[in-house]
């Protein structure tokens, strides 16, 4: 089983309702698994990943994004150095698995 290694994050940009992070990873790098109570999107800007969602894993390459929906349980396996930006709400909530 993969050692999880959290993400490096920063803000981007923050709005009233809206904040934009960038997450970082290196290649072989396996994100936490987590859901999220609200709807958010995540865009790959360099790199690519496996973004495993429910179930299935879906390749990300740069120029990529993909929609999270609610409480669905998801995953970033990074497979070369990644970052990403993850769009949402100010007020979403996360809960973590192990």
Not at 27 to 39: C, F, I, Q, T, Y
Not at 42 to 57: I, K, N, P, R, S
Not at 58 to 81: F, M, N, R, Y
């Amino acid at each position: 089983m993969k050692k999880v290694t959290p993400p490096r994050v920063r803000t981007l940009a923050t709005g009233k309702n809206l904040i934009a992070k960038q997450m970082q990873g290196k290649s072989g790098d396996l994100m936490p698994k987590h859901l999220a109570n609200v709807e958010s999107i995540v865009f790959v800007h360099e790199g690519e990943c496996l973004f495993h969602m429910d179930g299935q894993a879906t390749p990300l390459k740069s120029g990529d994004s993909l929609l999270v929906p609610p409480q669905a349980k998801h995953q970033i396996e990074v497979v070369s150095d990644f970052k990403g930006v993850h769009f949402m709400p100010k007020d979403i909530e996360f809960e973590f698995f192990k």
